[in-house]
């Protein structure tokens, strides 16, 4: 080009155009480049491009900066997870007490009710012995068994501290005596106090108990029934 074209007004205007032509490139530029680092997330990445400080970070703090999320990536990894199958949740097991009851097991003690129930007469006179009834319910689904002899199912006779008699003392042989409990069905037995004390020495003659107030309970396992209250005379 010849150099006197360049110069005054026509030299101007030519540096104006190559101006005007390399902006003009730039501009393309930076929207191709802007457009590919948003990712489908303009707004987002111009937010947070304006919310941003200016100046250039501390080495040191570069360091220490946790390194932003791509939107595009975190989409990704929600999806993934969200459309993944759940992992089987494991069934429990039934505990023993939970399974079902079979006819002719021992009986659970929450399943039974004891109860004793004294004569008619609170006051016994003379030679008059006390009479009691001794009942044991099954309330369970099933048939089941129970030891009900003299020992597991024992009335003991108290008057104050002092223990008086119990059909737990000299009992011969092994003392047990099994039942089946239906559901239900009332298991009953009736005993009568001679008024003579009762200890774990049975070879003498046991004392006969004084005048006075007396206790009656009855006693199996962990049960024990209503105080009866009764006298002497």
Known sequence: MDPDTMRGDGGDIYWRRR?????????VVAVVAWAC????SGPERSS????????SP???AAAQTTPAVDPLLAGLRTLAMGTASPSPTPTPKASPSERPRRPGEPCEEKDLVLSLQGGK??????TAHPTFLVTLV????VMCTADVGPRAMEVRITSGADRIWSTADCVSGEGTEIKELQRGVPYVRSLEWDRRRSSSDCRSTPPAALPGTYVAVARMGKMRTEKGVFHLR
């Not at 007469?121 to 003379?126: H, L, N, V």
């Open 19 to 27: 101006m005007s032509v390399l902006v003009a490139v730039l501009v």
């Open 37 to 40: 680092s948003s990712g489908g």
């Open 48 to 55: 947070s491009a304006q919310s941003s400080p200016s100046a």
């Open 58 to 60: 501390a080495p040191g």
């Open 121 to 126: 007469e609170p006051i016994y006179a003379g």
């Open 138 to 141: 099954n309330t369970g689904s």
